[in-house]
């Protein structure tokens, strides 16, 4: 079977830096994406690694490594605003998303 | 900007009732996806198009239809709603697969009772 993982929950502080993990087994790999979702609105794209490394977007960075099967989001100098959950998603032989059940980030002043 | 839109934004509604949710996006994308979220678990795919005229199902298509006969809208319909249905329904849409991203609506709160 497809399966993604990530932690379900973590918790941060206010300016600090924090690293969201997610490895994955699916059928066949067409890249991973990932997105942010606050409560109660819809998922926004983060950003998407298709070739092994990193991928630098201004606070947050996206690395990847296929041979290992992961993944992780980097966020560095948190703001409160940060807070929400993140969801990893990879694209499958099929060209379908497969998704983790998100990780709830919770940031501390 | 209005990128994807979804009506209605919540709904309750009976056992047996029937409902269709709607999705319209202005972007001119070609791809356009309907997906649940329950608590715990990932966004899991319904149905899904690569065109207009065209529809496939996902992971979890039993329960329900959908139609997309203009392509900017695509429709999901609930014949005889059941309360293992109750859930967030969410569309989104893509320029293509490989390497884009999908936006997404803001969702529709759905509760069968």
């Known amino acids: 079977g497809q399966n993604i993982d990530q932690p379900t929950e973590m918790t941060a502080t206010e300016g600090a830096i924090v690293q969201i993990n997610c490895t994955y087994q699916?059928?066949?790999?067409?890249?991973l994406f990932w997105y942010q979702q606050h409560a109660g609105e819809a998922p926004t794209f983060l950003s998407y690694?298709?070739l092994d490394g990193l991928e630098e977007k201004g606070r947050f960075s996206s690395f990847l490594s296929r041979s290992k099967g992961y993944s992780y989001l980097l966020l560095k100098e948190l703001q409160m605003k940060d807070s929400a959950s993140y969801l990893c998603?990879?694209?499958?032989?099929?060209?379908?998303?497969?998704w983790g059940a998100g990780t709830k980030l919770i940031i501390k002043p | 900007n209005a990128g994807v839109t979804q009506t209605p934004k919540f709904r309750v509604l009976k056992t047996g009732q029937s409902m269709t949710l709607l999705c319209a996006q202005d972007?001119?994308?070609?791809?356009m996806y309907w997906y649940r979220q329950d608590p715990g678990m990932g966004l899991r795919l319904i149905h899904y198009?690569?065109?207009?005229?065209?529809?496939a199902k996902g992971e979890v298509p039993d329960g329900y239809n959908v139609s997309r006969l203009k392509k900017q809208n695509f429709l999901l319909g609930l014949e005889s709603a059941a309360p293992s249905q109750t859930s967030v329904y969410f569309c989104?849409?893509?320029?293509?697969?490989?390497?884009?991203?999908?936006?997404f609506g803001d969702g529709t709160r759905l509760s069968i009772l």
């Open positions: 989104a849409s893509s320029q293509g697969q490989e390497g884009q991203p999908q936006h």
């Open positions: 972007m001119n994308h070609e791809y």
């Open positions: 198009s690569v065109g207009e005229g065209t529809t």
């Open positions: 699916t059928s066949g790999f067409n890249g």
């Open positions: 690694n298709v």
């Open positions: 998603a990879v694209m499958d032989s099929n060209y379908q998303l497969i």
